[in-house]
């Protein structure tokens, strides 16, 4: 996870984990070095960690206290305190602008909910003792994110992490593809062989697609990008040029030979190779967006129509129109046109949308994103909008 030096608390809403004071008990930060904290920062982060959340945005039935248990996300224990999860920064005091993680929170902890003067704040409780009485501890630990809690059920979006992918141009199309399997199959599986041409560029592992799909704008119709439909991983065994691989004939094109790790989908010629990324995901807090966020679902990933809870979507706004990863996003159904038939001229009238759901953007691209539907009371499909909730 990388760490930015820079530390400004200058942000009006959400500024510096309450862990990332230092008390007068002298609770320390691991790493601490990496943060040159001054003295009237550290005011700062203080007076707006302590600010919290209204009183009215508490759960109906929320806790005084919860153990963190395991298989607990950031977002369910933020729908246990807060009837607007995604103000769970403002309920925990984080700093967004330079701490990307939900502070590091693991199972067996006890966060305790302070209600005092009006407000409510979220405070992480250490027991001491033998008599199992609990010091309120404003802290952080900086270690590995994937030590703690997931903002989100990871098992419901990693194995899109590699596999939905959009590209900006119709790069895929000039990437190095299979020509052929061993002993001429048609379709290829695990553990076979196939042979392919094109630049590998010095690389060894590849994930590979089929033809990409243009993704268009719902509105305008413009491309936004270009989604390949996943089909697995390959391995390098052999280069075309290696020993024993010579051409019979001068003149002879001798392609690398591959080898099927993994499959989604059967593999088979024409199909392109895309090296391996790198682990892009960071468990970022579920948040809403800093200002305005308008858009369109652009489409259901994979062959479905329609989206439910839990299932992936593209939307039409990426990294250039202020996009990013963890925000929370609200669904809303187009209202109906329908005639008015208790008016005598019957004119066509427009029901209002009605908000119907929510989504959680996990990855952004350039121009689009991918989303996870968190809740929704309707199936979402193509042009359906959102907005910050």
């Known amino acids: ?155 419901q979006i990693e194995p899109f992490l590699n596999e939905a992918v959009i590209f900006d141009t119709e790069e895929l199309n000039k990437a190095p593809r299979i020509v052929s399997a061993q002993e001429n199959r048609v379709l290829l599986t695990r553990g076979e062989i196939a042979y392919t041409r094109g630049d590998l560029k010095g690389l060894d592992h590849f994930r590979v697609f089929r033809e990409p799909t243009p993704l268009k704008d719902p509105t305008t119709d413009e491309i936004l990008g270009y989604e390949g439909v996943y089909l697995g991983t390959v391995e ?16 002879d094109i001798v392609p690398d030979t591959v080898t099927v790790t993994s499959t989604r989908l059967e593999m088979r010629a024409g199909d392109r190779l895309a090296p391996m990324p790198t682990r892009e995901f960071v468990n970022h807090v579920p948040r809403a967006p800093n200002g305005e966020m308008n858009g369109q679902i652009v489409e259901v990933y994979g062959e479905a129509l329609l989206a439910g809870q839990n299932q992936i979507v593209s939307l039409n706004r990426g990294a250039r129109n202020g996009m990013e990863p963890g ?25 209002p949308d009605e908000r119907h759901g929510l989504l959680y953007v996990f990855r952004v691209f350039n121009r689009m994103s991918y989303a996870l539907v968190l809740s929704v009371k309707d199936p979402v499909a193509r042009g359906d909008r959102f907005t910050a909730p």
């Open 1 to 155: 996870m990388t760490r930015s030096n820079r530390f400004s608390l200058s942000t009006p809403r959400a500024v510096a984990v309450a862990a990332l004071l230092a008390t007068s008990a002298g609770v320390a930060m691991a790493q601490a070095g990496n943060y040159p904290i001054t003295p009237s920062q550290r005011t700062t982060a203080q007076k707006v960690a302590e600010e919290g959340v209204p009183l009215s945005e508490l759960a109906p039935n929320a806790p005084d206290s919860h153990t963190v248990k395991p298989g607990d996300t950031l977002w369910d224990i933020s729908k246990l305190f807060l009837t607007s999860p995604w103000r769970w920064p403002e309920l925990w005091g984080m700093n967004l602008d330079q701490i990307r993680n939900p502070h590091l929170i693991y199972p067996g902890q006890v966060l305790f909910l302070d209600k005092s003067n009006g407000r409510a704040r979220l405070r992480l409780g250490e027991p001491i003792g033998s008599s199992g009485t609990t010091r309120l501890s404003p802290r952080v630990r900086a270690t590995d994110v994937n030590n703690g809690i997931p903002a989100v059920n990871l098992a």
């Open 236 to 251: 390098l065994t052999r280069r075309g040029d290696s020993p024993g691989a010579s051409p019979m004939k001068k003149g």
């Open 327 to 351: 925000f929370v996003l609200a669904l809303w159904r187009d209202g109906r046109r329908i005639v008015d038939k208790t008016d005598p001229k019957a004119p066509t009238i427009k029901l």
